[in-house]
């Protein structure tokens, strides 16, 4: 049974997913409102970062989790509405500590780097590399292995429908783990493209979404694999010419300023 099917079975829960993935869009819409959607924008502190990441993933992540949850209620046999909150939570919360596992590294590495990442220096190529490496990862089985667990991991879940508060807060945080190896790449594409970019944040949505519920997984990291290679190769041959890219200027508007 593919994951569209298996979501078909709770239409509430698709439609409860959907509604509140809009509302996160529409929130992110409304909090990137005239910030820098260049690469290597400036993250702002870790505070704003970690509530406009959590929104984002919210905004992204959601709707691809529909059949992952309605699996989890399946095997609740649809009691304890608060199992299934707290199965999403946990979900959200794994990977609201990737971001701010990712906002450290990035942090870091500027620290380390300073100048050397600019644009017109080494930025432009580290982009166009990492833009590679996420096209190359998604013929590796480790993304394989992890985009399998990531469709189908509850079906080797003993005991579900007894599972207490905890349990289901760390199984939801077990499922995100399973989609953030199958999926970190894509995010880290995203970091290269413009993090506070809503064009390349519905991109790496509707790719996330085309793995996560296709009937054919292996066209789907295929298709995903092309993709971030054609970008790779115009980010680093012509930048300006690539739809949706904001090259970096020389002084691009920090997040917070614009948050004005």
């Known amino acids: ?80 509405a608060s199992r299934w909150l707290l199965f999403a939570g946990g979900y959200l919360l794994a990977w609201t500590a990737a971001g701010v596992a990712a906002y450290g590294v990035i942090e870091l590495g500027k620290g380390l780097l300073a100048g050397n990442l600019a644009w017109n220096d080494d930025g432009r190529w580290l982009a166009g590399g990492v833009l590679a490496a996420a096209s ?8 394989r292995a992890c985009l399998a667990h990531c469709r189908g991991q509850l079906r080797d ?20 783990g399973w989609c953030i190896g199958s999926s970190w790449a894509l995010m880290a594409a995203l970091f290269a493209l413009g993090i506070m970019s809503l064009t390349w944040m519905a991109l790496i949505a509707a790719l996330v979404a085309i793995e996560k519920t ?7 990291r295929l ?23 904001v090259v970096p200027s020389h002084a691009g508007m920090h997040p917070m300023k614009a948050m004005g």
Request: charged share 10%.
């Open 1 to 80: 049974m593919t994951p569209l099917q298996v979501a078909r079975k709770h239409p509430e829960v698709v439609t409860g997913l959907l509604a509140a993935a809009g509302l996160a869009w529409w929130w992110t819409v409304e909090r990137m409102d005239g910030m820098d959607a260049s690469p290597g924008t400036d993250l702002g502190t870790l505070g704003w970062f970690t509530a406009t990441w959590a929104l984002m993933m919210a905004a992204m992540m959601l709707p691809s989790f529909a059949p992952t949850l309605t699996a989890y209620m399946t095997l609740m046999r649809r009691r304890r």
């Open 136 to 143: 190359a990862y998604q013929l590796i089985p480790c993304k």
């Open 157 to 176: 879940l003993d005991g579900v429908s007894r599972q207490g508060w905890s349990a289901a807060l760390t199984s939801g945080a077990r499922s995100g």
């Open 214 to 220: 296709s009937a054919w997984p292996l066209r789907a």
């Open 223 to 245: 298709v995903t694999a092309a993709v971030l290679g054609v970008l790779a190769v115009g980010l680093l041959a012509a930048p300006h010419q690539l739809p949706g890219l």
